[in-house]
């Protein structure tokens, strides 16, 4: 191994050389040196963009020139005026210290790997917005742009929020919640007992990694109650887990609630703020079940609970009642597979509310009255709605997001659309077509912020009416002389698209040749995938700069969004259903297969890459014959199902008990006899999300059967590969494996 691993950085090295070489010969030729140093090459990007409640004032993150791993807070006027830093991480915090175990945890929950100001919330007067920096509390008033330090304390301040009205601050501290009267400047404690395997206020693990939602407490518009959870891990598996670091290594007795076993039990409660007095809610008496999600009704009367059955195949929505915490059901969605959970609810002053369900085979969205009875559909159609935007109540306008055209799904485009409450409606398109829109729009859904890319155009942010004017950039990012890109542009090449047909659906893909392509000569391939439940890889989006990377280092990339994987109709996602791995691995070797047919194809040399749910479909893969790969690449693989959690796990494939089966065709272990090409292995060693033990076992049995492969694992890295240094290291590794695998030096 440890020749191995020699060779790979005395080969990584050279290629570095030659690669630097190369670029002094010829500027325009992207390095990886290049794509993994500050500036960033997409541009300035604006990060978590907003709209005050009223409309006009814009808040969003923005990366350092000088450091993109650390954001500040900035704001623009709707109207004229420039953009303006509202809080400069650096000259609040100059030195940022160790953060929490827990807050560590929650950002690795939300996928946060960058510092200074992370997360950021308006109050709904438009009066505050509350940040926190660095474990502490900050608080931007609107009307004079003075900051306050609400916290400095030793432990982390984490899931902070301005309450409706603007009258208090709220956030969890040593795992109880706090308020904070912010004319006073007084602290209560809601909770004083949360220790040890008592969380309040907090989403719990589950919840925040695989339930979409990430946080624990709910205030009432009008500021008379606050729901919070109760967390009690009592109940879950201890999974040792080793934490290693270039420092050392501590164990973590790690509460992993693995596929099959219990889970934390969750409880619901309503504080009365000026009461103290607290109520437990009725979720019924079935605890184990998941608490998906909550929502006030606008009046505050009504508090709304999702409760979604343990086997995830029943969504019960009650309606609770604040003061007592008796709760009814008023509407149930079911599925032979599993019930998809959104953030498409939401309570009208009306009373009424609008919800979505897959019940027609594809997500649409419907209006309820407040007893749960459906009043009508607000769309429908042969497409998925992909988000609820807002709704409009004065003028009956609702504003959702979907991949379509003509009433029919588009995968590869996004735009935003408006339909109504008021009555059945062909959806109109409020973006244009052509590309991959996404949008933000303010409480009353009189404006949004547009942001936009596709293959030409770097991710960009502006604000429009609602009626999709465009009133102006929040950040134009045009690809220009002095756009960081710019120097690049004329070896990027365009993708192209197609679709392929598997067991009657319609399979997107997309391919990009290397610079100077000609169809006369053969090219060895990398396929890059995903494969799993996610929203899609393919789109005509602006690409990743890594694709330019593996192009200019001679290589076709080609990605192909299988069954399973992306926004797509019910029975799309649910063909790996109790059998992942499976469906997923049959559409890879459709995409195989036909680029094999294409006359400038090397079908010898054909190699996959993933990370995730993608290095277990790369390692799957190379365990397939018919895919007959002479290489692959596997990123932090989930190798046995039964080692992965319980909501995620349980959601595709039941419990191990009961599709015994099902876990037995995806554990990758009795595969590798059937290794048709080399592995190159890597995996951070504090994973705590697809812990090493995942990789350790591969590498075990692989050693076992003296069976040679690489190997490359991180130091204190958890479920991603973080920091310029790392990830350049990471891709330096990734192009010289691919060299000597399918490369130039392959033959």
């Known amino acids: 191994m440890k020749t191995?691993?020699?060779?790979?950085?005395?080969s990584a090295v050279a290629g570095a050389a030659l690669a630097q070489t190369s670029s002094a010969a010829d500027p325009a030729v992207l390095t990886p040196e290049r794509v993994f140093a500050d500036p960033a090459l997409n541009g300035p990007v604006a990060q978590g963009v907003s709209l005050s409640p009223d409309g006009e004032l814009v808040a969003f993150l923005r990366a350092r020139p000088d450091d993109v791993q650390v954001l500040d807070l900035w704001a623009a006027p709707t109207g004229a005026g420039e953009p303006f830093k509202l809080i400069d991480a650096r000259a609040l915090v100059p030195d940022a210290g160790e953060l929490s175990e827990a807050e560590k945890a929650r950002r690795e929950r939300m996928r946060i790997s960058q510092r200074g100001v992370v997360e950021y919330s308006w109050d709904e007067q438009g009066r505050y917005i509350l940040a926190p920096l660095e474990g502490d509390i900050f608080l931007a008033a609107r009307a004079d742009g003075t900051v306050r330090r609400l916290t400095e304390t030793a432990g982390d301040e984490i899931d902070a929020k301005v309450s409706p009205k603007g009258n208090f601050v709220s956030f969890v501290r040593d795992?109880?919640?706090?308020?904070?009267?912010?004319?006073?400047?007084?602290?209560?404690?809601?909770?004083?007992?949360?220790?040890?395997?008592?969380?309040?206020?907090?989403?719990?693990?589950?919840?925040?990694?695989?339930?979409?939602?990430?946080?624990?407490?709910?205030?009432?518009?009008?500021?008379?109650?606050?729901?919070?959870?109760?967390?009690?891990?009592?109940?879950?598996?201890?999974?040792?887990?080793?934490?290693?670091?270039?420092?050392?290594?501590?164990t973590i007795q790690q509460r992993y609630p693995r596929a099959g076993r219990p889970n934390a039990v969750v409880e619901l409660y309503v504080q009365d703020r000026a009461a103290g007095t607290r109520v437990k809610v009725d979720l019924g008496s079935n605890p184990d079940i998941y608490l998906a999600r909550v929502n006030w009704a606008s009046d505050g009367k009504t508090l709304y609970v999702q409760r979604l059955s343990?086997?995830?195949?029943?969504?019960?929505?009650?309606?609770?009642?604040?003061?007592?915490g008796a709760a009814r059901v008023i509407a149930t969605q079911t599925s032979d597979a599993w019930v998809p959970l959104t953030h498409d609810f939401k309570a009208l002053k009306s009373g009424d509310f609008i919800w979505s369900t897959?019940?027609?085979?594809?997500?649409?969205?419907?209006?309820?009255?407040?007893?749960?009875?459906?009043?009508?559909?607000i769309t429908r159609g042969d497409f998925p709605v992909k988000g609820l935007n807002g709704v409009n109540e004065a003028t009956g306008d609702v504003f959702f997001t979907a991949s379509m055209r003509d009433d029919k799904e588009l995968p590869i485009e996004q735009q935003m659309f408006r339909a109504s409450l008021r009555r059945t409606v062909a959806p109109a398109a409020v973006t244009p077509a052509g590309g991959w829109w996404g949008a933000t729009m303010n409480r009353t859904a009189t404006a949004y912020v547009g942001n936009y890319s596709d293959l030409n155009t770097p991710p960009q942010s502006g604000l429009y009416r609602a009626d999709g004017t465009f009133v102006r950039w929040i950040e134009r990012n045009e690809l220009k002389d002095g756009h960081p890109f710019w120097h690049y542009v004329s070896r990027r090449q365009t993708p192209t698209f197609g679709t392929l047909d598997s067991h009657g659906e319609t399979l997107v893909w997309q391919m990009t040749t290397p610079p100077g392509f000609d169809p006369s000569k053969t090219y060895p391939v990398v396929m890059q995938v995903y494969g799993g439940p996610s929203g899609g890889g393919v789109k005509k989006g602006w690409q990743p700069a890594t694709t330019q990377l593996l192009n200019e280092a001679?290589?076709?990339?080609?990605?192909?969004?299988?069954?399973?994987?992306?926004?797509?109709?019910?029975?799309?996602?649910?063909?790996?259903?109790?059998?992942?791995?499976?469906?997923?691995?049959?559409?890879?070797?459709?995409?195989?297969?036909?680029?094999?047919?294409?006359?400038?194809?090397?079908?010898?040399?054909?190699?996959?890459?993933?990370?995730?749910?993608?290095?277990?479909?790369?390692?799957?893969?190379?365990?397939?014959?018919?895919?007959?790969?002479?290489?692959?690449?596997?990123?932090?693989?989930?190798?046995?199902?039964?080692?992965?959690?319980?909501?995620?796990?349980?959601?595709?494939?039941?419990?191990?008990?009961?599709?015994?089966?099902?876990?037995?065709?995806?554990?990758v272990i009795p595969r590798l006899p059937n290794l048709t090409g080399r592995l190159l292995l890597m995996h951070g060693m504090a994973d705590d999300n697809v812990i090493l033990?995942?990789?350790?076992?591969?590498?075990?049995?692989?050693?076992?059967?003296?069976?040679?492969?690489?190997l490359m694992l991180w130091p204190g890295q958890r479920h991603g590969v973080r920091g310029n240094a790392r990830q350049l290291m990471q891709w330096r590794t990734y192009l010289d494996f691919l060299d000597r695998t399918i490369g130039e030096r392959s033959h």
Do not use: C
């Not at 598996?237 to 080793?242: A, T």
């Open 554 to 667: 001679g290589y076709i990339v080609f990605r192909l969004d299988n069954r399973g994987e992306g926004d797509r109709s019910a029975a799309f996602k649910q063909a790996l259903y109790l059998k992942m791995g499976q469906p997923e691995i049959e559409d890879q070797v459709l995409g195989a297969n036909y680029l094999r047919s294409l006359p400038y194809v090397d079908g010898d040399r054909i190699a996959m890459m993933g990370w995730s749910y993608g290095g277990f479909m790369s390692l799957m893969a190379l365990t397939e014959p018919k895919m007959g790969l002479a290489s692959a690449i596997a990123g932090a693989p989930p190798t046995e199902w039964g080692l992965y959690d319980t909501a995620y796990t349980e959601r595709y494939m039941s419990t191990p008990q009961d599709n015994v089966e099902g876990y037995a065709a995806s554990d």
């Open 693 to 710: 033990e995942n990789s350790t076992r591969v590498i075990d049995a692989l050693q076992a059967r003296s069976t040679p492969f690489e």
């Open 358 to 377: 897959e019940e027609t085979g594809w997500r649409h969205l419907y209006l309820y009255n407040r007893d749960g009875r459906r009043l009508r559909a």
């Open 175 to 250: 795992q109880n919640l706090y308020i904070l009267d912010l004319a006073t400047g007084a602290e209560t404690a809601v909770t004083t007992d949360g220790k040890d395997l008592i969380t309040w206020g907090a989403a719990e693990f589950i919840a925040q990694e695989e339930l979409d939602r990430d946080t624990g407490y709910w205030w009432s518009p009008d500021e008379a109650y606050v729901a919070l959870q109760r967390t009690d891990e009592s109940t879950v598996d201890v999974i040792p887990r080793l934490d290693i670091t270039g420092g050392g290594a501590s």
């Open 310 to 324: 343990r086997d995830q195949k029943t969504l019960d929505l009650l309606a609770v009642d604040p003061a007592t």
């Open 4 to 10: 191995v691993l020699l060779a790979s950085l005395l």
